[in-house]
């Protein structure tokens, strides 16, 4: 059976965690494959509205097994508040929450050292979550990462010492200001290794290779989205792991050939949160009122988000590197009631137009060059079939399909759950 994988093909924040948990009664396994704490995804049902960072959006459906793939990097003290903020609906995370023992640890000092790293950087500094995503990648490339499965391993705290204190003396080569108390910063985290060390650690390879072999249906979540991406986002306001879909064979262990959809998610519209380019960033009205209707703050640091139109000529290209097989636009209620809606699709890139992605798109270079079209004023919330879209919104739903060559398979109109339209 193949593997589907669900990745967000803008600046993160798309809507993967609710799409995954929508599809998640279809699947027996869902994987995240890649990212830390540094994501944020929000699902929304019965009336409460949840944020997961690191713990699988299919946590809290009974048919599902969820695994923290061997891609991934895990702060054992964020992961203890995620468990603690899940106690209360009695779900049985032992058995249905399986961590890979290849995934990396974050540890205190990584965190400190992305301050520092940050701080050093001044005006140029990446917007980083602050999570010690970029400090973790690097060890894990440099081959000095401490490991999940490190943890049975009877000198795991020796390797631990080691490590801090090389990030310590890293820390002072910065010469930043950092004030810090690493004891208390390692009460804390030797209490949520002990927590973690309680969960099933396993080699995700091997249970996701029995699985597709039972012929199980599993799902790869990814995080952050394709413009974040290590390789091919806007370098170097990037995240540090590969959030396309080559990501997903290398974070968990899935060969090329056994992938099967690729759902790609966008908004109807652009966010950003951090540093970079974004060249049809809207500062006036319009971006203003995307803004406070979508509700765009970072649900894992609660910055705002810059927001701006479509943007095609980006989203094609994320199309392309993905293999995208399905689409699914989001947060379409929240362009209700604009008069026209402007999409990107070209630029002016050093006076000449172009319709593919240019290595430098910072804003010197580039200007986006927009088509009107048409906008809707239906309140689209409560709107659960796709014949009672209005038309204007049809025009530009089939617009996008023509234009990116991949069918829009959802479209979402709010956050809940139910707020769901199949096409
Ligand atoms: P993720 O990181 O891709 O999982 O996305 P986030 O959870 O960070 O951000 C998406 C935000 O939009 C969350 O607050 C969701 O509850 C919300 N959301 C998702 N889909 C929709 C939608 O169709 N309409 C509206 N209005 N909000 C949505
Ligand atoms: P989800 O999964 C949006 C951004 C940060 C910063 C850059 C690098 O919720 O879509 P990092 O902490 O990785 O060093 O930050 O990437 N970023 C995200 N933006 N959604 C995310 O995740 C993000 N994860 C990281 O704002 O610009
Ligand atoms: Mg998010």
Same mark, same amino acid.
């Given at each position: 059976m193949a593997v589907d994988l669900l990745l967000g093909l803008q600046w993160g924040d798309e809507g993967k965690g609710k799409i995954v948990d929508v599809?998640?009664?279809?699947?027996?396994?869902?994987?995240?494959?890649?990212? +830390?704490?540094?994501? +944020?995804?929000?699902?929304?049902?019965?009336?409460?509205?949840?944020?997961?960072?690191?713990?699988?959006? +299919?946590?809290?459906?009974?048919?599902?097994?969820?695994?923290?793939?061997?891609?991934?990097?895990?702060?054992?003290?964020?992961?203890?508040?995620?468990?603690?903020? *899940?106690?209360?609906?009695?779900?049985?995370?032992?058995?249905? *929450?399986?961590?890979?023992?290849?995934?990396?640890?974050? *540890?205190?000092?990584?965190?400190?050292?992305d301050a520092a790293s940050e701080a050093s950087k001044g005006k140029a500094k990446i917007g980083s979550t602050l999570k010690g995503i970029g400090p973790t990648y690097m060890d894990k490339t440099g081959r000095n990462g401490m490991r999940v499965g490190d943890l049975e391993l009877n000198n795991w705290q020796e390797k631990y010492r080691a490590l801090a204190n090389k990030h310590e003396a890293m820390i002072d080569y910065y010469d930043v200001a950092i004030e810090y108390d690493l004891r208390e910063l390692e009460t804390d985290f030797f209490k949520a290794i002990k927590e973690l060390k309680e969960l099933t650690f396993i080699d995700s390879e091997e249970h996701l290779y029995q699985a597709q072999k039972a012929n199980q249906k599993i799902l790869a979540e990814g995080a952050q989205g394709s413009l974040l991406d290590i390789d091919f986002g806007t370098y170097p306001y990037v995240t540090s792991s590969t959030t396309t879909a080559a990501g997903a064979c290398t974070g968990l262990g899935i060969p090329p050939n056994k992938i099967g959809d690729v759902f790609g998610i966008f908004k109807a519209y652009t966010t950003r949160v951090g540093s970079g380019p974004f060249p049809t960033e809207l500062f006036d009205e319009v971006g203003a009122t995307m803004g406070k209707v979508g509700n765009?703050?970072?649900?894992? /640091? +609660?910055?705002?988000?810059? $927001?701006?139109?479509?943007?095609?000529?980006?989203?094609?290209?994320?199309?392309?590197?993905?293999?995208?097989?399905?689409?699914?636009?989001?947060?379409?209620?929240?362009?209700?009631?604009?008069?026209?809606?402007?999409? $990107? /699709?070209?630029?002016?890139?050093?006076? #000449?137009?172009?319709?593919?992605?240019?290595?430098?798109?910072?804003?010197?270079?580039?200007?986006?060059?927009?088509?009107?079209?048409?906008?809707?004023?239906?309140?689209? /919330? #409560?709107? #659960?079939?796709?014949?009672?879209?209005?038309? #204007?919104?049809?025009e530009y739903i089939d617009f996008l399909e023509k234009e990116l060559e991949v069918p829009i398979k959802i479209v979402s109109v709010g956050p809940d759950r139910t707020q769901t339209i199949l096409r």
């Open positions: 599809l998640t009664k279809d699947y027996d396994i869902i994987a995240r494959f890649q990212g +830390g704490p540094n994501a +944020g995804h929000t699902l929304e049902f019965d009336g409460i509205k949840h944020v997961l960072h690191t713990i699988p959006s +299919g946590i809290f459906h009974e048919n599902a097994i969820n695994i923290v793939g061997n891609g991934v990097v895990i702060d054992p003290v964020i992961f203890k508040k995620e468990l603690d903020n *899940l106690k209360k609906f009695n779900l049985d995370i032992k058995s249905k *929450l399986l961590i890979s023992r290849k995934a990396h640890l974050i *540890l205190p000092t990584h965190r400190l050292l765009e703050f970072g649900a894992t /640091t +609660g910055r705002p988000r810059r $927001c701006g139109w479509l943007d095609l000529v980006a989203l094609k290209y994320a199309v392309r590197i993905n293999g995208v097989t399905k689409l699914m636009m989001m947060k379409a209620d929240v362009l209700s009631g604009f008069d026209k809606i402007k999409v $990107c /699709t070209a630029y002016n890139y050093k006076g #000449t137009e172009v319709t593919h992605l240019p290595y430098n798109i910072e804003a010197e270079n580039v200007s986006p060059i927009y088509r009107e079209m048409k906008g809707w004023s239906e309140d689209l /919330t #409560t709107f #659960t079939q796709k014949d009672q879209l209005p038309e #204007t919104l049809n």
